[in-house]
């Protein structure tokens, strides 16, 4: 295998290379750098490159090869850690000048996890500061450019990440998601991103503990990759205390028996929410025959999603305030635009108005719950349009439809966020500029393995899902 074959070697089948001794841990942590000094400068997926503490990891585990000993699940893996997660003597930014030049002295509960399970860490990868927004930049390492497109975003939050995989510069990302930052990347990009439910993967350190919005989470080429790196970091710890216990090896074990047959589909382009690209919905639409083609029910119906931008506004605010509020006082003039107006709205916000917000997004569960006990599966568009300049912070319009805020645009992948359920985006076609579309499927509460048994017979069916960007395919 070349070196550039390697770098695009699903971490399933490294994992049996390893076994049988065909290729080492150093000569694929060796091709994965040798990639990313060739693509990052022009992509700018990562923010900061671990070469040294990779090199070393990967001689170790080279070495324990000859030992014959069991190899733990992601043995020799790469993998990038998203630069809002703590990674001990490497860099962690958050996107922010306020923390340039800090390096954390542990690592976070998910690196923890994933260097336990064998997984070696090349370096951290770009996000918008603190992961607020869904175009990846920040004052201080810059814009992370789109793959099939370098004039485009990546999307975000977790831009980079979705970046260095649809080019090759690692097999896994870490990465996070409060209103799509792992699914709206994954689409832009032509990779396959999940948002766990909350309490899936435990999140420590945080500020929140109790929160159920932002979750941590994998980002894959494969959704059989996906499935193996879920099973790695999710399950029970005590320092997160909405984590709750779960067999992990249901995650791996749904995707060895992809199936959609006889699943009851609801198919939505939007949710009754928000407005979608003409060409986006057609192409989503048209996954949803290969949904049938497998032996799926798909109904055009969805959700009454009522109330939806009020609970997100409102929910949004009062989560930056318990994050961020006191960083005003010494840092505004250095923060990005939209995260101190976050910030000053939910410093703004009444008891009554966080109350009602609090009702409705009740009463909105209820509402799901009911609806999700007809269907197995929602679907619809992950974004509701193609990747858009890297310039612009979001979309102005949609269909000519003026886009008044940049929340206004991500509530395809925000409803699934507000009610709690997993959700994953899957790549399901290209516009005719060449450019991916994601296909999202939620699931219903706490059922991680159905999304994943349907992502991965859609994926099966689906013969476009691996090509990579044509700059980077050399």
């Known amino acids: 295998m070349t070196p550039d ?32 000094e060739r693509f990052n400068p022009a992509l700018n997926a990562y923010c900061t490159v671990a070469a040294a503490e990779a090199l070393r990891a990967a001689r170790s585990a080279t070495a324990a090869l000859h030992r014959r000993a069991p190899l733990p699940p992601l043995f020799g893996v790469p993998v990038s850690i998203k630069d809002l997660t703590p990674t001990r003597g490497i860099r962690t930014t958050w996107g922010s000048k306020i923390y340039e030049h800090h390096v954390p002295d542990h690592d976070a509960l998910i690196v923890e996890r994933l260097k336990a399970a064998g997984a070696i860490v090349v370096g951290k990868t770009n996000t918008p500061e603190f992961g607020a927004g869904a175009n990846t930049f920040n004052a201080v390492f810059g814009a992370t450019r789109n793959p099939w ?45 999940l948002r766990p439910s909350p309490g899936l993967v435990p999140v420590y350190p945080t500020s929140l503990g109790w929160d159920t919005y932002a979750v941590q989470g994998p980002m894959a080429r494969t959704v059989a990759d996906l499935a193996l790196m879920l099973s790695v970091i999710a399950g029970p710890d005590p320092r997160a205390p909405i984590s709750y216990p779960v067999d992990t090896r249901a995650f791996p074990a749904a995707v060895r028996r992809p199936s959609v047959r006889r699943l009851r589909v609801a198919w939505s382009p939007d949710l009754g929410v928000t407005a979608v690209d003409d060409e986006v919905r057609s192409i989503a639409e048209a996954a949803t025959r290969v949904f049938r083609r497998l032996g799926a029910r798909v109904d055009h119906t969805h959700p009454d999603f009522s109330g939806l931008l009020e609970i997100v506004l409102v929910s949004r605010g009062l989560r930056m305030v318990g994050m961020h509020a006191e960083k005003l006082l010494h840092w505004k003039d250095v923060m990005q635009e939209n995260l101190v107006k976050n910030i000053e709205y939910g410093l703004r916000l009444t008891p009554s108005e966080i109350g009602r917000a609090e009702r409705l997004r009740t009463d909105l569960w209820h509402r799901v719950r009911e609806f999700l006990g007809r269907y197995d599966l929602i679907l619809t568009p992950t974004a509701p349009v193609p990747p858009f300049p890297v310039e612009l912070t979001y979309p102005t319009e949609i269909n000519g439809t003026p886009v008044t805020n940049y929340i206004e645009w991500v509530l395809l992948t925000y409803a699934f966020t507000v009610i709690g359920v997993p959700a994953i985006s899957i790549p399901c076609g290209f516009t005719r500029d060449g450019l991916p579309v994601g296909l999202q499927i939620a699931g219903r509460w706490r059922e991680e393995a159905t999304v994943l048994r349907a992502a991965a017979a859609f994926e099966r069916a689906a013969p476009w899902a691996r090509l990579r960007p044509p700059e980077v395919s050399a």
């Open 5 to 36: 074959d390697l770098c695009f070697t699903p971490a399933t089948d490294l994992h049996r290379l390893y076994r049988a001794r065909s290729v080492s841990p150093l000569e694929v942590t060796r091709a994965v750098l040798a990639r990313i």
């Open 149 to 193: 497109n370098r004039a485009l975003t990546s999307g975000g939050s977790t831009g980079g990440g979705a970046v260095a995989l649809a080019t090759g510069m690692g097999p896994l990302a870490q990465g996070s998601d409060l209103g799509g930052s792992l699914r709206l990347p994954a689409a832009f990009c032509g990779v396959v991103g």
